[in-house]
């Protein structure tokens, strides 16, 4: 039998243990609260995360790094991305030489502006065909109620990604491979700065028009970004890129999106903050995305704008103005 080990006991690596033991694996989950993994043990559930869901028999929990990394086959690492590099650095040790490492997480790393399988190979000592990403459309609470998802996963081995794929196909959830991974990562990550754009013009008031607008130029300047950095332009069209992009633009269970949401309405960032019990990852990455921007010469606005609205503290009426005042440009500039 397949033995995985899921770092993060929060809503999607809950969730993703849940597909994994469906789909006929042993999973251990790993998490830093013992009553946590008490309730997951014995009561089958998580209720700080995915409350009212079962989870399957052959799941279970422990605060315990090495027990959970034991025997795995695959490592799953869903942690938020900025405490990757330090969790990983504890994990590192115990990990099987052979177990492939995927992550889950869709975020840019602060002040390296490195994607996460990058993270994961430097702390990891990780030869890149060691390492996958899982992405697309995802939303955990309708993963974890059984409804029919899409994903895909990616490594630069293929042979990999048709191991990881068989690993995770159930019934609800059917993922399809890919081996370009920067492309897969980066319409992770910056669809998320993309969906705060799009909640905090919900927030504002403005219509499907503006918000449809800010979808499909977000997806153009992912793929700008993309293919600067050496991805594959299709990769943008698929699930990892305008799937995810659209799933967590337009519904009120994303986290970026809600969050958004409540600047657009006028919160400040701490109250924002201080409402959202999970973490946003549009809201530390913008920066991040917009560093990777400048570092290669590709023009982001909404990404920039994102950034003057949730950490310059521009007015997002304001912004708005100035998004819309820009200079006239052919579609395909």
Known sequence: MTRCAVYGTGSWGTAFAMVLADAGCEVTLWGRRAEVAREINTGRTNPDYLPGVELPPAVRATTDPAEAADGADF????????????????????????????????????????????VIEEVAQASPDRVAVLTGPNLAKEVAARQPAAAVVA??????????????????????????????????????????AVGIAGGMGLGDNAKASLITRGLAETTRLGLAMGADAHTFAGLAGMGDLVATCSSPLSRNHTFGANLGRGMTLEETIAVTRQTAEGVKSCESVLDLARRYGVDMPITETVVDIVHDGKPPLVALKELMARSAKPERH
């Open 155 to 196: 490594c630069r081995d293929e042979s990999v990604a048709v191991r990881l794929q068989s690993a995770c196909h159930t019934s609800y959830f059917r993922p399809y491979t890919n081996t370009d991974v920067v492309g897969c990562e980066l319409g992770g990550a910056v669809k998320n700065v993309i969906a705060l």
């Open 75 to 118: 490592t799953v690492l869903t942690v938020p991305s900025q405490t990757l590099r330090e969790n990983l650095a504890a994990w590192a040790p115990l990990l099987p030489a052979d177990t492939v490492l995927v992550s889950l997480m869709k975020g840019v790393e602060l002040g390296t502006a490195k994607r996460m399988s990058e």
